[in-house]
T-cell receptor, first 112, second 110 residues
Framework: DTEVTQTPKHLVMGMTNKKSLKCEQHMGHRAMYWYKQKAKKPPELMFVYSYEKLSINESVPSRFSPECPNSSLLNLHLHALQPEDSALYLC???????????FGPGTRLTVL | SQQGEEDPQALSIQEGENATMNCSYKTSINNLQWYRQNSGRGLVHLIL?????REKHSGRLRVTLDTSKKSSSLLITASRAADTASYFCATGTGGFKTIFGAGTRLFVKA
C-alpha cells in the first residue's frame, strides 16, 4: 500500500475558527511532512517529523501547529488563520533516507 | 531561496513530440528527483537520480544530471495528452529536507 490519505479534501473556515487537517500512511515510513502550496507555485516545506523528532521551517507562523500522535498519523492544527493562508496543504511521507516522498491528494483550504 | 530553478516556466507541444525541461540548483546535492502534479492534486514521484549518476531512464522518461553545471534535464519522449501536468525538480541533500524548484507547466495538445 503506497497510499497517503488526507482529510478533509476541502475546508472552508473563518478567521476565528479552529480546525485540523489529518494525514495517514500505512507504509511504515518514519518521516512525514506538511507542505503549503499556492497556485502555480512549488510546495513549500512547513514541518517535518522524522523518527518522531519535529523540524520546523522558521518562517511558518504559530497559528499552524503540527501534531504526530503516532508514526502513521500527522495532524495540522489551524487557529486564527488569515485569508492569505488559503492554499493547498499537502502531506507526504518518506521511508528511510531515500528522499523519495509519497504525497497525499491534499486539502484545499479557503479562509474567509 | 529556491534551490531548484526550472525552465521553461511553460511548454506547449503537440502529441507525439518530445518535451524537455531543465532544472538548475545552487548547492551540493545527494540526489535530484522529478515529480509530476496534475492540477490541484498531490505530487507523484517520477524518477530519482543520484549525484554519482549521469543518466537514468524510466519508460518514456530520460533524466540527465550534470553536477559540474549543477543542472538536470527531464525528457519525455512521444508525449501524450495525459502528460499534461506541472513538473517539478526537487533536490535532496539528506536530513529529510527536499527543496522543490519553481516547476514547468507542460501542455500537450491532442
Amino acid at each position: 500500500d503506497t497510499e497517503v490519505t488526507q482529510t478533509p479534501k476541502h475546508l472552508v473556515m473563518g478567521m476565528t475558527n479552529k480546525k485540523s487537517l489529518k494525514c495517514e500512511q500505512h507504509m511504515g515510513h518514519r518521516a512525514m511532512y506538511w507542505y503549503k502550496q499556492k497556485a502555480k507555485k512549488p510546495p513549500e516545506l512547513m514541518f517535518v517529523y522524522s523518527y518522531e523528532k519535529l523540524s520546523i521551517n522558521e518562517s511558518v507562523p504559530s497559528r499552524f501547529s503540527p501534531e504526530c500522535p503516532n508514526s502513521s498519523l500527522l495532524n495540522l492544527h489551524l487557529h486564527a488563520l488569515q485569508p492569505e493562508d488559503s492554499a493547498l496543504y499537502l502531506c507526504a511521507s518518506e521511508g528511510g533516507r531515500t528522499d523519495t516522498q509519497y504525497f497525499g491528494p491534499g486539502t484545499r483550504l479557503t479562509v474567509l | 531561496s529556491q534551490q531548484g530553478e526550472e525552465d521553461p516556466q511553460a511548454l506547449s507541444i503537440q502529441e507525439g513530440e518530445n518535451a524537455t525541461m531543465n532544472c538548475s540548483y545552487k548547492t551540493s546535492i545527494n540526489n535530484l528527483q522529478w515529480y509530476r502534479q496534475n492540477s490541484g492534486r498531490g505530487l507523484v514521484h517520477l524518477i530519482l537520480i543520484r549525484s554519482n549518476e549521469r543518466e537514468k531512464h524510466s519508460g518514456r522518461l530520460r533524466v540527465t544530471l550534470d553536477t559540474s553545471k549543477k543542472s538536470s534535464s527531464l525528457l519525455i519522449t512521444a508525449s501524450r495528452a495525459a502528460d499534461t501536468a506541472s513538473y517539478f525538480c526537487a533536490t535532496g541533500t539528506g536530513g529529510f529536507k527536499t527543496i522543490f524548484g519553481a516547476g514547468t507547466r507542460l501542455f500537450v495538445k491532442a
